[in-house]
């Protein structure tokens, strides 16, 4: 028996052409805010008088210019966390719940030892931050590694459970007495808080992510790892080939990417929150996928597309103001991710309809 017909036929492309790098995922962006205007037209609103007030409010003022800043800072360290991770085709979809575990060690780190200097606590919460958000991201790193687990899943589940361990916490034991019953712990010391930059909201974080940038960069382009990270990530084949050891890269990576995403945890709470309460991240380690996708995982590319991002939720805070819901700020980043996604596809695969020949 024999049937024709046609079918559709994807073959990955060796190398995207440098063009289509730049131009796909502005494409997609675009896209992405046509498809929100629509949306936007249908509940009454002008689309590009939105848009002009949501850039205004972001990037056309020193106060708008600093809180798109702050927004950056836990966007580029869990966006450079996710980036390492997809590097080696793990899909690290819990940074948001290591993010929330980074920011609830470094939480209890500030009050065990309350009072104590900064030169104490400081480095102690950073370490705690580190180690939480890389232990968390190793509950998902090991069935992975040694049972073939699909690492989506359990980094997905393991996020409500940290979220749920937070709120544990605060409605509960940490909970501060005289917060008159508010789900909040006590108030940092002087000594846990990060130092911030001038009048502004901008907080030492910064210099961790910028220092991030920097390490991942060389790990990734300069360092035997960082060729083993990009070999298995193209082919885990030709890698156990090679004698590349894959466990130990998958718990590594994992690690390290978990790592960066509890030191995002940190430095909210230590640079900005200055307490832990529930909710705290607005989706961080969400919005962080799509920061990692959009700067197709390169360090340097990280933070200005964090920074476009950070703008993106000023923007909205600043036209919730005038009444228009959050939900349309949501809708917008994820319209955003699914054309980025759609077009990582177009480039990475070539689509074509061939004549179905196939005979049995």
Same mark, same amino acid.
């Given at each position: 028996m024999s049937t024709l017909g046609w079918r559709l036929r994807w073959d990955k492309k060796l190398t995207p052409s440098p063009w289509a790098v730049v131009l796909v995922p502005a494409l997609a962006v675009v896209l992405a805010l046509a498809v929100g205007a629509v949306f936007l037209i249908l509940s009454g609103r002008e689309p590009l008088a939105l848009y002009r007030e949501m850039f205004s409010g972001a990037f056309g003022s020193g106060y708008g210019l600093s809180e798109t800043v702050v927004k950056a800072i836990p966007l580029s360290l869990a966006g450079l966390g996710l980036s390492l991770a997809f590097r080696m085709q793990l899909w690290n979809i819990g940074g948001e719940g290591q993010l929330y575990m980074g920011a609830c060690a470094a939480t209890g780190v500030a009050l065990a030892l309350a009072g104590q200097p900064a030169w104490v606590l400081l480095p102690l919460m950073v370490l705690?931050? %580190? &180690? &939480?958000?890389?232990?968390? @991201?190793? #509950?998902? &790193? %090991?069935?992975? &590694? +040694? %049972?073939?687990?699909?690492?989506?899943?359990?980094?997905?589940? #393991?996020? +409500?459970? @940290?979220? #749920?361990?937070?709120? +544990? #916490?605060? +409605?509960?034991p940490w909970r501060d007495p005289a917060g008159f019953n508010f789900p909040l712990t006590a108030t940092f010391t002087e000594g846990a808080v990060l130092p911030s930059l001038g009048d502004t909201r901008i907080h030492a974080g910064l210099l961790f992510a910028l220092l991030a940038v920097l390490i991942l960069y060389v790990i990734l382009e300069h360092t035997r790892w960082g060729f083993e990270i990009r070999v298995i990530g193209e082919s885990e084949r030709a890698a156990r080939y090679a004698g590349m050891k894959i466990t130990r890269n998958i718990l590594l990576v994992m690690l390290v990417s978990g790592a960066l995403c509890g030191l995002a945890g940190m430095s909210e709470v230590s640079g900005l929150a200055h307490r832990l309460q529930p909710g705290f991240s607005p989706g961080y380690g969400y919005t962080a996928i799509i920061v990692a996708v959009l700067a197709r995982l390169n360090p340097l590319a990280v933070l200005p597309v964090a920074f476009l991002f950070g703008g993106l939720q000023v923007g909205g805070y600043m036209v919730q103001t005038a009444g228009v819901p959050a939900a349309i700020v949501a809708m917008l980043t994820g319209a955003v991710l699914f054309f980025v996604l759609g077009g990582e596809i177009l480039l990475r695969y070539r689509f074509r309809l061939v004549r179905g020949g196939m005979a049995t």
């Open positions: 705690a931050g %580190l &180690a &939480a958000g890389g232990v968390w @991201a190793l #509950l998902t &790193a %090991l069935p992975r &590694a +040694y %049972l073939g687990v699909n690492e989506i899943i359990t980094s997905l589940m #393991l996020n +409500y459970v @940290a979220i #749920l361990w937070v709120d +544990y #916490l605060v +409605y509960g």
